[in-house]
């Protein structure tokens, strides 16, 4: 089960309307094409505005392709079930607030999933699996239970994003720079908690502008510039001999990269 690919993003395509009245179009995404297999990460980078975010949408239909197939298992994703492929992919943003409807309870999160996709499942193993859930992401439960949206920090709604994909036991995360709001040791935690899950088949695509961190944690790396792909090779292959100019130019950038994350 631990080998094959899972996704697959073949020439996709992204364009936007801008401008008054829509009147010019950018192409946010062009021609994009790689693969995440199971048990594998691998890191989205390049800079800001690089169309990073737009893969990770498309990936997850907030938003469709113009142009170019996304299949997940084989199967054209556009063309699946929403509630099944939920199931089955998750995604953890940046911005954990816009995930969150302000008016419920935060931790409401956890009873959807159960009337959702588990309603058979009896409430006192449930509340075990909750609690075990909060434990991995290092969340205490009495700090997060009946408190809304506000009353939590970004890195604890964050974690409580992570800890549903964990409750839903996914097949696929797509991680949206979901270290950025985490403090240094809850981010070691929620790394080495991607590791494990690895080993479980969790395949990762891993949006960072962290280059160390993107070395740190993937297998495959793919670099973008203005929509198009530049690099795309095992990570090691990508830091250490870069074939294109804009990857030594962000490469450049980061003095301490080969110093690998001592202590982790
Ligand atoms: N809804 C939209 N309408 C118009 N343009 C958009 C829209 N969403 C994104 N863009 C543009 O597409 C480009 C790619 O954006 P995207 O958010 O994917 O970049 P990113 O690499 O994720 O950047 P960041 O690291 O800052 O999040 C940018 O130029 C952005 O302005």
Redesign the pocket.
């Known amino acids: 089960m631990l080998e094959g690919m899972m996704l697959k993003l073949q020439e996709v395509s992204k364009v936007?309307r801008?401008g008054a009245f829509g009147g010019k179009t950018?192409t946010?995404v062009d021609e994009v094409s790689f693969e995440v297999a199971r048990g594998e990460v691998v890191s989205l980078i390049?800079e800001?505005?690089?169309?990073?975010?737009?893969i990770g949408k498309m990936v997850l239909r907030l938003m469709s392709a113009q142009a170019g197939t996304i299949t997940f298992d084989g199967d054209d994703i556009t063309k699946l079930d929403k509630r099944a492929y939920y199931r089955k992919v998750q995604g953890v943003f940046?911005d954990p607030f816009s995930s969150y409807n302000p008016i419920f309870k935060a931790d409401r999160v956890f009873s959807m999933i159960k009337e959702v996709y588990f309603p058979k499942e009896d409430d006192r193993v449930w509340r075990d699996k909750v609690a075990s859930a909060l434990n991995d992401v290092r969340l205490d439960a009495g700090a997060v239970t009946n408190k809304f949206p506000h009353q939590l920090s970004g890195g604890q709604l964050q974690r409580l994003l992570i800890a549903r994909a964990l409750l839903l036991d996914i097949d696929f995360l797509v991680a949206d720079e979901i270290t950025s709001m985490l403090d240094a040791s809850t981010r070691i935690d929620v790394l080495n908690l991607l590791a494990d899950l690895k080993l479980r088949g969790l395949g990762v695509l891993f949006i960072t502008?962290d280059l160390a961190l993107g070395n740190y944690i993937s297998e495959r790396t793919v670099v973008?510039h203005q929509g198009r792909i530049v690099e795309y090779g095992p990570t090691e292959k990508v830091f250490e001999t870069p074939e294109h100019a804009y990857t030594r130019k962000l490469l450049a950038s980061v003095p301490q990269l080969h110093r690998k994350w001592e202590g982790v």
């Not at 800001?48 to 737009?54: E, Q, W």
């Open positions: 936007f801008v950018m946010a390049g800001s505005g690089s169309g990073k975010s737009t940046q502008h973008l």
